[in-house]
């Protein structure tokens, strides 16, 4: 992960605080809440070698990777798509491994493959839609939101095409859109317009909490359900990466309050070595302050040895 990416030595001088509620949410979310609201906690991967001896098992082979992942997190930012469309093989042995070891729900939530947003651009892009959206039908009761990574040079130049493909797309699977060219922020019309767009098309933004990009942090609530990346700055920085965990959880329990339906919450670092770490500090905060039941992760004392 290095988009929004800061020297170590800069990030102290990052200011962290979580922006106020955008004009979306306070549309949006309205309260009070109406039944309880669903929490998904998890990653982008789960083939991490160096998670062996620190989250899995010792001598965990690589086939059971996924096995091992299902019984921490209930929720997977498959990135994967991303690069290659999933047969119906591989969704049906991925479904299994799931139904086998999780401990309750499980989602996956598949990015966009880049055909789509990178390479065509969304323009002319609903063969290869519908190509992505036949395949992931095949998570059925495992399929969670899905998220469209717009490219950083995806600008507001693009609003018409950006128009047009989020009317092409159904209803369902729930959709979030990942902004990331600074256009849409740097003008207030601009970014209160297709956040606006997002809403009226019923299509979730992602919300992304980097260093770096302080912009893409912009608190607009489209649907309510949230879509949250957020990546940490590492060991060297727990103590700040913890206390920002922290101010999202009082942040998330005030939309709880206000009517919030699901949250899905999902965990990077730039070196993703220390992601069960900050991990296992989410999810315990999260099971307290939003009264959620996720099982909690309990680490390998391997990973706290010179991690100081």
């Known amino acids: 992960m290095e ?22 949410t306070q549309r949006i979310l309205k309260g009070p809440a109406a039944g309880k609201t669903s929490v998904f906690v998890g ?27 299902a019984r921490h997190f209930n929720s997977i930012e498959l990135n994967a798509a991303y690069y290659q469309v999933p047969s119906a093989s591989t969704i049906q042995k991925w479904k299994q491994k799931v139904k086998d070891n999780a ?7 598949p990015k966009f493959p880049n055909t789509v947003t990178h390479i065509k651009r969304l323009k002319g892009a609903e063969s290869a839609t519908e190509e992505f959206l036949n395949a992931i039908a095949g998570f059925e009761e495992y399929l969670g939101g899905c998220f469209l990574q717009l490219s950083e040079n995806f600008g507001v130049k693009n609003l018409a095409i950006l128009q047009d493909y989020l009317k092409f797309l159904p209803e369902e699977p729930t959709v979030f859109v990942e902004l990331r060219n600074e256009q849409w922020f740097a003008d207030p019309a601009i970014r209160k317009g297709v956040f606006e767009l997002l809403a009226q098309n019923h299509k979730g933004a992602v919300i992304t909490d980097v260093s770096g990009r302080r912009d893409v942090l912009h608190m607009e609530v489209t649907i309510p359900e949230v879509f949250i990346r957020f990546i940490g700055n590492g060991s060297g920085h727990r103590e700040s990466d913890f206390a920002r965990i922290e101010a999202w959880a009082e942040r998330l329990r005030l939309w709880q309050e206000k009517g919030l339906k699901r949250i899905y919450f999902f965990l990077h670092q730039h070196d993703e070595r220390d992601t069960p770490l900050i991990a296992a500090h989410a999810i315990k905060t999260f099971n307290k302050q939003l009264n959620c039941n996720i099982p909690e992760i309990s680490l390998q004392p391997q990973l706290f040895v010179g991690d100081c």
């Open 3 to 24: 988009f929004g990416k800061v020297d170590s030595k800069d990030v102290k001088s990052v200011d962290f605080s979580l922006p106020e509620d955008g004009l979306q």
């Open 43 to 69: 990653c982008a991967k789960w083939g991490r070698k160096e998670w062996v001896d620190f989250l899995y098992p010792p001598k965990t082979k690589e086939a059971d990777f996924l096995d091992q992942y």
């Open 103 to 109: 401990a309750g729900e499980f989602l996956f939530c």
